[in-house]
Structures are given as structure tokens and as C-alpha cells.
């Protein structure tokens, strides 16, 4: 009896820890994602970093962050944000496109096409998708 009661102080003592990080990731990605509306992606950095570190499996702070490194012309860092989207959740047409956007800037022209075509492929409504594509392809 004595086990299982510690064994669920222990189970307790772990979802406070997770709350904890998840409470402490959502007000980075918040000031991150403030700082990025403000027109400062060199500022919005450290703390979409740090929320990164603390949930690596959330896209939506990989987004902010590699928004925020696009912005601040870190290409590569910010292509490599996209890919971990893309590989993690290959029907995001936005970060086709953000990972498209990143290898047009890296010289890596027939990479954007294969993104950038995807990315129309899934919102063909999209203007600023279709004019990516077709400044591309000219």
C-alpha cells in the first residue's frame, strides 16, 4: 500500500514538472510571437529558442521560430525549422512554403520548386503561394 502511494506522489511530482515546462514554453513562445508582431525577429530569437528547447515537438513554436530566423535572414537555420514541419507534419502547406521560400534564398532552386509547387498544390487560393511560385518558375 505504502508503494503504490509513493508511486503516485512520484507520478504527481512529474505532471507538476511537465505543467511547469509546458507553462514556462508557452510564455516564451507568447513573447517570442510578440516580438515578431512588433516587427523584431532578431529580438523574437532567444525566447522561440528557448521554448523550443523546453517543447521540441511543437510546431507551432517551430513556425514562430523559423518565421523569426527567415526574418532576421538566418536562411539555413530557418530551413532547417521548416524541414523539421514538413517532416513532422507533411500536410503543412505553410511550411512547404516557408522551406521553399528558405531554398529559393539559398540558391537551391529545383528544392523551392518541388516545396513551392506543393504548397499551391495544397492552398491553391493562396496569392502569396502562387506568386512564389510563378516569380520561380519564370
Do not use: W
Not at 530566423?69 to 538566418?74: A, K
Not at 513532422?88 to 518541388?114: I, K, N, T
Request: glycine share 8%; with cysteine.
Amino acid at each position: 500500500m505504502v508503494l503504490g502511494r509513493v508511486s503516485l506522489a512520484r507520478g504527481m511530482r512529474g505532471t507538476r514538472y511537465r505543467l511547469a515546462r509546458s507553462m514556462e514554453a508557452y510564455d516564451e513562445f507568447q513573447r517570442g510571437l510578440e516580438l515578431l508582431r512588433a516587427g523584431r525577429p532578431h529580438a523574437a530569437v532567444p525566447p522561440l529558442e528557448r521554448a523550443r528547447a523546453l517543447e521540441p515537438a511543437k510546431g507551432s513554436i517551430r513556425e514562430a521560430l523559423a518565421r523569426a530566423y527567415f526574418n532576421s535572414q538566418r536562411f539555413r537555420a530557418a530551413r532547417d525549422e521548416f524541414a523539421e514541419i514538413v517532416e513532422s507534419d507533411p500536410a503543412s502547406d505553410y511550411a512547404h512554403f516557408g522551406l521553399g521560400m528558405c531554398l529559393v534564398r539559398l540558391g537551391e532552386r529545383q528544392g523551392a520548386l518541388g516545396h513551392l509547387r506543393l504548397a499551391v498544390a495544397m492552398n491553391p487560393n493562396s496569392e502569396d503561394y502562387q506568386r512564389a511560385l510563378a516569380a520561380l518558375e519564370a
